[in-house]
């Protein structure tokens, strides 16, 4: 059934069943009423003779003391039946049951009206007469019948209603929060969490369908579902072949570039080659490598990219590690004319690529010396979070390293450069690959070769392998930070 | 065969195997101006042909090669014959490394590469062979290009001529690296060796032994000449040895 019609109908139940529920218990109510009544008339139509005789004797109606005869009433009454004397004018002589028997008046018209005939009233039936003496009227009568039973059986019955009637409301209140949960919110639920789930990591269990519009729904989401898988697939086999044709396009470059640069090296070892002549053939060496270093950024670059490649580390001493990761750069800073300071104070074991890590440096290294000015001061540094920040580090990233180094447990790699500054906008764009921000910063760098524009991409994607992460700081009139984290290992 | 090779004149004997014209005719003509003698094969095939044809004192190989790839090739000359392989290969690929050493290859070389990186690895190789055939006597166990002679029984070392102040332990520890050069040691194996006795976790008495070893030695730890740390697995000796003669 569908859940439009469903809830359609579901609404109207909601609404019609408890009328129609009211309706037939008073109607339950009403014919006990009417069949209890005729019983109850039968009744007194056969007590009345019996009575009447009695009230009927003149004297009761004379004013003089009766008391005789007034506790014979009373021993007549017996409770279930209550006599009424009144005077010709309407004043009440006597009444049993009740100490009312004061000079109260009724009224005229009251006694006077449905004379000799029994009216039932809610609790009783009255009969009313008037009583002559030689033709002459002399006082009126009026007897009522207590219908006990009658009233308890009303009482009990209107109260079995009401008891019935909020019963079975809340009974179709509490069916249809259940119904509604069976047909709508358990299956929206379940859709909900499949769609997390495949949002997730791709994986779902099948649903069960029903013919409904949650039904139409999880046809719908399969649909999509197989769709950005079909997506996804296709992208992945892209993604596939790209990096076949930059692995096969990397090996056909490498073989020229191999025979360029073994013929160049057999020309230099010649001995009959002026300096001249001997400086551009090393020209061609040293291009030569700068082409074959583009090429293993390319290679990287997408060796990193692909999902299938995961990086092999292994444990190591992270004071020994980092102190050679950040050795041997002296002879380069001194090349470029830039100072150098290096810091090393870590403590634990880390899960490394030494490989890799050696690149995400040499990038760094790179990247920072190239944007120093001569004479200026470079910074490398690894520290455990545990451990004091170097003085060195500029405030912003000072402040970003007090307010993290509380969360983390690892070491900060730090490359800083004294000098330009990165404007905070760049600074998230930094590690996109091809990045060209300031003009400035990317052209032709002091000692000849741009880099490929690919270090910064790399260091990110090698870093974030091996659990860590990078970012970039810039202080005003100080230079800029590069911030590498690397998590340590559980001592389990 | 070796023993035959008169000290001196008896050239190194390389096998060639590369299909790119060019390049087997650079790496020809510089090996044969450094006095080896060069065998050119272009084919995997016609290279296992020289192999078994000839007397070899190491083979270089190149991994792609037409009818039958480098990796077999290794192989196959692997299970005749203990001689230094070095692989060419423009590959990227770790796997490639990996799967090439594990065949038997003895190293690895990357194209393009440089002549001089070239030199140095087949001197290594060549100098290691002829150790592990016995070609060489007892002194010239412990002299290495760098300037680094070690005495055994002087219980001394010298760099450039220079006497190293070498504390006992460090010298024991030099020493049983230089023995057993280009093998790997951990660092509790070190310690049970040195030390006699067993590691306790944590101790750190290598590692700072180590770097005090290499200061003194003046040896980098990131690009050695003589003391090389393999992440993960330890340390070995990696000095290339040098002929008195």
Known sequence: ?492 | MLEEREKGCMKYSILLVEDDREIAINIRNFLVNKNFEVTWATTGKEGWNDFTQGTYHLAIIDLMLPEMDGFTLCQNIRWKSDIPLLILSARHEEDDKVKGLKLGADDYLTKPFSFRELEARLQSHLRRFDRYRGEQNQEDLYHYQGGLSIYPDKKMAYIQNLELPLTVKEFSLLLLLAENSHKTFSKKELYEHIWDQEEVDGNNTITVHIKSLRSKLNDSTKNPHFIQTIWGAGYRFIGVPIHEN
Not at chain 1, 32 to 42: A, G, I, N, S, T
Not at chain 1, 110 to 138: A, D, H, R
Not at chain 1, 294 to 317: A, C, K
Request: aromatic letters at 12%; one cysteine or more; a negative charge.
């Open chain 1, 1 to 492: 059934m569908k859940i439009r019609s469903w809830l359609l109908s579901s609404y109207l139940v909601a609404m019609i069943l408890p009328i129609v529920l009211l309706y037939l218990l008073i109607h339950l109510v009403q014919s006990y009423d009417q069949e209890k009544e005729m019983l109850d008339y039968l009744d007194v139509q056969a007590k009345l003779d019996h009575y009447q005789d009695f009230l009927a004797n003149s004297r009761l109606y004379k004013e003089i003391d009766n008391k005789r005869e007034y506790s014979r009433l009373d021993d007549y009454s017996q409770k279930k039946v209550i006599f009424t004397l009144y005077d010709k004018e309407g004043f009440i002589l006597y009444s049993t049951g009740s100490e009312t028997n004061t000079l109260f008046k009724e009224k005229q018209e009251y006694l006077y009206q449905n004379l000799y005939e029994i009216n039932p009233t809610y609790t009783t039936f009255e009969y009313k007469s008037p009583v002559f003496e030689n033709g002459k009227l002399i006082g009126f009568y009026k007897i009522s019948f207590l219908r006990l039973e009658w009233v308890d059986g009303v009482d009990k019955r209107k109260n079995l209603s009401i008891f019935l009637y909020i019963t079975s409301f809340l009974l179709i209140y509490f069916l249809i929060i259940f119904l509604l949960q069976r047909k709508l919110f358990q299956p929206l639920i379940a859709l909900m969490y499949q769609m997390t789930q495949f949002a997730k990591d791709g994986k779902v269990n099948i649903l069960p369908k029903k013919k409904d519009e949650i039904g139409e729904l999880i046809t719908h989401f399969e649909m999509m579902q197989s769709e950005l898988e079909d997506k996804s697939r296709s992208l992945l086999l892209s993604q596939e072949q790209k990096q076949y044709m930059i692995a096969s396009i990397s090996h056909d470059l490498k073989t020229p570039l191999t025979a360029i640069r073994t013929s160049v090296e057999g020309l230099i070892e010649e001995k009959q080659l002026n300096a001249q002549q001997r400086d551009r053939l090393n020209m061609i060496v040293e291009k030569s490598d700068y082409i074959r270093h583009l090429i293993d950024d390319l290679t990287m670059y997408s060796i990193l990219q692909s999902n299938q490649y995961e990086i092999e580390t292994v444990l190591v001493d992270g004071q020994e590690f980092f102190e050679m990761l950040l050795s041997d750069y002296d002879q380069l800073a001194y090349s470029f004319q830039v100072c150098l300071l290096t810091h090393v104070d870590v403590h634990g074991t880390y899960s490394i690529n030494q490989k890799q890590l050696l690149r995400l440096c040499d990038n760094l290294v790179m990247n920072a010396l190239h944007h120093t000015e001569v004479g200026k001061k470079i910074w490398l540094s690894a520290f455990s979070t545990n451990n004091q920040i170097p003085d060195f580090v500029f405030s912003e990233a000072k402040q970003y390293l007090q307010k993290q180094g509380v969360i983390h447990s690892g070491t900060w790699l730090i490359f800083q450069n004294e000098g330009q500054t990165i404007s905070s906008k760049d600074q998230e764009k930094l590690f996109e690959p091809l990045f060209q921000g300031d003009p400035s910063r990317n052209k032709e760098t002091k000692l000849g070769n741009r880099g490929s524009g690919l270090g910064l991409s790399i260091a990110q994607m090698i870093i974030e392998k091996l659990g860590g992460f990078i970012l970039v700081r810039s202080t005003q009139g100080c230079g800029t930070t590069f911030i590498c984290f690397l998590p340590e290992m559980s001592e389990d």
